[in-house]
């Protein structure tokens, strides 16, 4: 078993909201702002050549994994 106190882990969605709000203030200045909407970019280039998943679709997805991976870091 783990003893480690709960409170010392690493809680990934307010991770997620001081990264989105950072972005959100910064704007392109911010260190993530670049790999997300890179992420995006390919993410609907990859929803526009598939054929069931649209390029809305994709560039959500693809920015949600551009953030995931910025924030497991």
Do not use: C
Not at 1 to 18: F, I, L
Not at 36 to 56: D, E, K, N, Y
Request: glycine residues 10%.
């Amino acid at each position: 078993m783990d003893d480690q106190d709960p409170r010392q882990t690493p809680d990934w969605v307010e991770d997620a909201k001081a990264e989105i709000s950072g972005m959100a203030k910064e704007g392109v200045n911010h260190p993530s702002t670049a790999p997300v909407l890179t992420g995006a970019a390919i993410g609907a280039l990859a929803g526009a050549l598939l054929p069931v998943v649209s390029w809305p679709v994709g560039l959500i997805a693809g920015a949600g994994f551009a953030l995931y991976q910025r924030i497991k870091k």
